[in-house]
């Protein structure tokens, strides 16, 4: 092919990618209505945006929405950090950018309390083995204080698998093994949800997806009760946060760049998004409606009638219903006398129109309806 059928070729593309993005941009009356437990319509414009978010300028590096609970400074573990135990004789320490677990110190806990979360955690057992299983390397990260996501040298060295690297403690080994050798650094993300349980109903067992180094070792795994030594976790309670912690096992295992980004509401706790509740998604069908008709009064004519029709898709309210359709009649006068360069006007709203009776929003005898397609014959728009 030559540079210049290329270059056409290219054009042609470019252009007919302009062409089908506008209408999709801005269309509205096009995807299924919101329905009884969905408050939006699919493909719906009046969704709200996902926020920017900078992503991290390295792998595993916090986004610009993340709370960062360790840095390398020893700032940042003094602002963030707590040891659990008043009469310990000795602390946490940190050297050469890393938080060292040492001996004796117990357990240190974050000062912010959290739940649902993206934590990124990353960890280094000794470069000098010793020791075997349980004991070669041990530390772990407690999620709200309670779940712990083991933290173990397991490279050649086997162990109870509930209480592998990457296992939910006492719950579940994880899927694989990909750790780096020793005094290597190894990476966690963890996708935690907690576990809801009200009036002794299990909402929802809680989760938690691992990436060690990247490789998916825990796949949403249920909590069953957030595990624990010895004893079989039952489903219970969480409170609504608690603090990360990490454990002192008597090894100096060192940690860095640890920060967390909070997840957004599941339905059951009042999230807005998804799946809801009929109670809770005609709620927000009747704010999305509210909303749309807030707008709706900053306009005026076409671009006010479709505002209107496009409110009665999230709630069918009598005042918004009578105001489309006064604003419909004289709409559809207006054009009736004066159809000149108005085709593309009147299409857009004869489509919104079809639409609401396809979605059993406007009864289909109408009498609207009879009168848009006399226009639309007498103009010879259907051609
Ligand atoms: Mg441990």
Known sequence: MN????????????????????????????????????????????????????????????????VILFDGSVES??????????????????????????????????????????????WAAPAKVASSSQGRGNSGVFLMGKTEVQVLDNYNNPTYPDGFAGSIYGVMPPMANPLNGPGKWQSYDIIFRRPIIKDGKVLDDGSMTVLINGVVVQDSTPLEGGGGHRARSRPKAFPLNGPLKLQDHGNPVRFRNIWYRELRARPIEGGTDGKLSPEATKKKRAEIAAKIRQDAATKNGKEKLLRLMESLYYQNDAGAYAEAEG?????????????????????????????????????????????????????????
């Not at 919104?352 to 639309?376: C, E, F, N, Q, S």
């Open 3 to 66: 540079l210049k059928l290329k270059y056409l070729r290219q054009t042609v593309r470019i252009v007919l990618f302009l062409f089908l993005a506008v209408p999709f941009a801005k269309a509205q009356f096009y995807g299924d209505p919101p329905d009884d437990t969905h408050p939006w319509a699919i493909h719906d414009n009046n969704r709200p945006q996902p926020p920017r978010v900078e992503p991290g300028k390295v792998p595993g590096g916090a986004p610009s929405d993340a």
């Open 77 to 122: 573990f003094k602002k963030n950090w707590i040891h659990e135990n008043a009469k310990r004789k000795k602390d946490w320490k940190v050297q050469d950018g890393a938080l060292i677990s040492v001996g004796g110190a117990g357990t240190i806990k974050s000062k912010v309390e959290f739940a649902d979360c993206q934590l990124h955690v990353e």
């Open 327 to 383: 604003l419909g009649e004289q709409f559809v006068n207006e054009v009736a006398e004066k159809p000149e360069g108005r085709k593309g006007d009147f299409m857009q709203v004869n489509n919104a129109v079809k639409y609401l009776v396809r979605h059993k929003i406007l009864p289909a005898d109408h009498p609207g309806i009879d009168a848009m397609k006399t226009i639309i014959e007498e103009n010879g728009w259907n051609k």
